[in-house]
């Protein structure tokens, strides 16, 4: 059987033109996958195909593309008759028998071009039938594709577990499984599913077994799917692979065949199979001995439900027991850093809030004391700070200000969400002086009975709420650079604002407010800063919804303005937004609080006229027009 491997990956290469069936077959399944079929030009289909069959494709064609899933794809077989062709094409599915795919496709050779039958396994809807010498070879192929399909799927389901056990051995030694104590072994796996190592993970799961264990496919399909999920990745394999989850040994113990250990675990994600609350949970990980001497990994039964079920999360006496150890077991692997001042204490915090990590803040946390009240002040902690890093709903924490009386201590801050960019969500923490210094107070919340002092503490913020509500605003974007007017000429110059707006994607796409505050100018007038934080908060949340699907595809220097333009994709919608960069007294920056757009849609047009309307009032007439001469050609390239 001849096997012809031809990978993705190509991109701006026409394969069909290439006069290579294989190579426009794989250009074409990909299309398929992006649901970017056009269905007249990159198919044989008969012109006189009816509108109610073409939808019946299109609908086919989806169903094809979510069945062809995310992996590589191969040409496996190719067979060619004169002006017809069949290619049988496959995804093996990585580890996972289940996801093994296989599909074929027949083509038309047509103005020395191949071109892809619209339906698969078939050669339908093409009219080549209409010929009836033509009708016999048809047939042939088609059952010829049907026949191999039919093979291929037998064969590469056959030949799965050992190209898995293969890969696995390329990946670890097994003498690892065989010469290593429980306690190493445990902490390698930990290790490869924090690396999110699947072969690894795999083969300490029991896939090096001669006789694997029964629940097998089970394993399989459940770390496979973790894997492949990346950052959304979910309960309870969160807690093995999350970079952000705090995991600490809070039990272990074993015989000569076997061994337990448990952890104490933090996901900021919130904890169990909904993640609606934030508490430390215990993870068990049992590891067993085969016949061989083969160390094998268990997980609990939780790890192991098919997706949608649900599994009792009570915890037994045991469980309470180990949730005690916690605070102290996560003391001696994160030592705790008093802070001599609150001044000082409050920028600790605050750049705590900012880390990649939750060992800073749970660093500056006093965890001494009642140990349950300590592991819900880590968990609240863990909470707010997920608020800051959850990369579907990132936060911006705004330090607005510190106090101290006393022993008693609270720093306030404002968190900045880009989904509610005119919301104030006032956040106080409160800390005590301890021998050693200030840290943030058991559980993270005063007691029903404060003290006077810290009664004190928490009538200062109260007082001043109100301030902060009507400025935080303008003390957001107090670092933000401003002019008025927009003087005319001395536009940047096209490098430097192509590159502007390059920083200005990445930062949103990162979520890294600071960088993107930076790199924009406001005009100094009334109501322009809560207008251009609006218009941050909805480049964010957009930045979130496109996954990085945004690049720059035009741009133009006037007199006044340079224009960047950009396609953003978001699903099956495109918009093509137009950042208006001009020149400042700290170099180039983007008036992001003008929002214009290259859409083609009545909507589009008004709010466009609504933006060149009020920069008229800050501007000179000349560059008022020279930019909605730029707008026009850049509608012009777009087709709005």
């Not at 799961?205 to 990346?230: H, I």
């Not at 404002?414 to 200030?438: I, M, N, V």
């Not at 400025?471 to 957001?476: C, D, F, I, R, S």
């Amino acid at each position: 059987m001849k096997i012809l491997l031809l990978m993705l990956g190509l991109s701006g290469v026409s394969f069909a033109a290439a006069g290579d069936p294989a190579a426009a077959v794989l250009e074409y399944l990909e299309k398929v996958r992006q649901r970017t079929v056009d269905l007249g030009t990159d198919t044989a289909l008969s012109p006189h195909t009816s509108t109610e069959k073409r939808e019946q494709i299109s609908r086919r064609l989806s169903r094809l593309a979510d069945d062809l899933g995310k992996g590589s794809l191969e040409a496996a077989e190719v067979k060619v008759d004169d002006n017809l062709a069949a290619v049988i094409v496959r995804n093996t599915g990585g580890f996972d028998p289940s996801k093994i795919r296989v599909v074929s496709i027949g083509l038309v050779r047509m103005k020395d071009a191949w071109l892809p039958a619209p339906v698969p396994s078939s050669f339908e809807n093409t009219g080549t039938g209409l010929v009836a010498a033509a009708r016999q070879r048809l047939g042939q192929l088609e059952t010829w594709m049907m026949r191999g399909q039919a093979e291929q799927l037998t064969a590469l389901r056959e030949q799965s577990r050992e190209r898995m056990r293969k890969d696995i051995l390329a990946s670890m030694d097994p003498e690892i499984l065989r010469d290593e104590s429980p306690e190493k072994v445990t902490n390698q796996f930990l290790a490869a599913c924090r690396k999110r190592d699947l072969p690894v993970m795999l083969g300490f799961l029991g896939g090096l077994q001669d006789t694997p264990p029964d629940d097998w496919a089970e394993r399989l399909r459940s770390a496979d799917a973790a894997v492949v999920a990346g950052r959304k990745v979910g309960w309870p394999w969160r807690l093995l692979i999350a970079p952000e989850v705090v995991r600490v040994r809070v039990e272990d113990g074993g015989e000569t065949h076997g061994s337990l250990f448990s952890f104490g675990c933090l996901d900021p994600a919130g904890s169990g199979m909904k993640q609606t609350s934030t508490r430390v949970e215990i993870l068990h990980i049992e590891l067993s001995r085969d016949e061989e001497g083969l160390w094998k990994v268990d997980l609990p039964p939780a790890f192991l439900l098919p997706p949608g079920e649900e599994l009792d999360e009570s915890e037994d006496d045991f469980v309470k027991s180990l949730l005690d150890e916690f605070p102290g077991e996560i003391r001696k692997q994160i030592s705790a850093r008093p802070q001599p001042s609150i001044a000082e204490a409050a920028a600790s915090l605050d750049d705590a809030l900012r880390k990649d990590s939750l060992d800073p803040l749970i660093s500056l946390m006093d965890l001494e004391g009642d140990p349950g009240t300590a592991s819900r002040g880590c968990a609240l902690g863990a909470r707010l700070w997920w608020l800051v890093h959850n990369p579907q709903a990132p936060r911006l924490a705004q330090l607005l200000g510190y106090h101290e009386n006393g022993r008693a201590g609270v720093v306030t801050f404002q968190f900045f969400s880009p989904r509610e960019p005119g919301t104030f969500d006032l956040r106080s923490f409160y800390l005590e002086k301890t021998a050693a210094g200030w840290l943030l107070f058991p559980g993270l919340k005063l007691t029903n009975s404060p003290s006077k002092e810290q009664s004190a503490v928490r009538d200062w913020v109260t007082d001043r709420e109100r301030a902060w509500r009507g400025g935080w605003q303008a003390k957001l974007a107090e670092g933000c650079t401003r002019i008025d007017p927009i003087a005319e000429g001395n536009a940047p110059a096209e490098d430097d604002a192509r590159k502007l707006v390059e920083e200005w994607l990445s930062a949103t796409h990162s979520a890294d407010f600071p960088a993107a505050l930076r790199s924009i100018v406001i005009v100094n007038r009334q109501g322009e800063t809560e207008r251009t934080l609006r218009n941050l908060g909805f480049e964010f949340t957009a930045a979130l919804r496109d996954e990085g699907k945004a690049s720059i595809i035009h741009s133009e220097r006037g007199s006044t303005w340079t224009v960047v333009g950009v396609k953003s994709q978001t699903g099956m919608t495109t918009t093509f937004p137009l950042y208006l960069v001009v020149t400042t007294h700290q170099g180039p920056r983007i008036l992001i609080g003008s929002d214009l757009f290259g859409d083609s849609t009545s909507g589009r047009n008004k709010l466009n006229e609504t933006v060149l309307e009020r920069i008229r009032a800050c501007t000179t007439p000349g560059s008022a027009e020279e930019l909605k001469s730029l707008l026009d050609r850049f509608r012009d390239k777009t087709g709005g």
